[in-house]
């Protein structure tokens, strides 16, 4: 699939449901049997991307399903933590700045957004 193809899909949030994400995600992971390169699924960093764009797909979709809870995704930034072996540039007091915003935005915020660490972005 290519970065177009996850455009179109993240672009038709609307009509976005767990069972359409499922289906990209089942996709995916079939096509990751044959080649990756022939069948338009990014050959960098794969997994990781794929795994984005779903998770943000489904913030939409249990934004939009459950209406009285905010439902947000944060992105907190290229944190120097353990999990990338410290080779982040923002210090973890940044890094939680973002979690922590959206985490006390008021009642009436906004839901099925993503953050890139404190500020709405597209996704």
Same mark, same amino acid.
């Given at each position: 699939?290519?970065? /177009? ?10 009509? /976005? ?18 080649? $990756? ?7 960098? $960093?794969?997994?990781? &991307?794929?795994?984005?764009? %779903? $998770? ?5 979709? &249990? ?17 120097? %933590?353990? /999990? ?5 540039? /923002? ?9 922590? %915003? ?15 660490? %404190? &500020?709405?972005?597209?996704?």
């Amino acid at each position: 699939m290519s970065p /177009l193809t996850l455009a179109r899909f993240s672009a038709s949030i609307d009509k /976005l449901t767990g069972e359409k994400v499922d289906g990209l995600v089942e996709r995916f992971l079939k096509d990751m049997k044959d080649k $990756l390169e022939s069948r338009d699924w990014p050959i960098v $960093l794969y997994a990781y &991307l794929v795994s984005k764009a %779903t $998770l943000n797909a489904y913030t939409r979709v &249990l934004a939009k399903k459950y209406r009285g809870i905010a439902i947000n995704a944060v992105n907190p930034g290229f944190v120097k %933590t353990d /999990l990338n072996r410290n080779m982040g540039f /923002l210090p973890i007091e940044e890094g939680r700045r973002g979690p922590v %915003t959206v985490a006390l935005l008021p009642k009436d915020g906004p839901s099925g957004a993503f953050f890139d660490r %404190t &500020l709405v972005s597209t996704f």
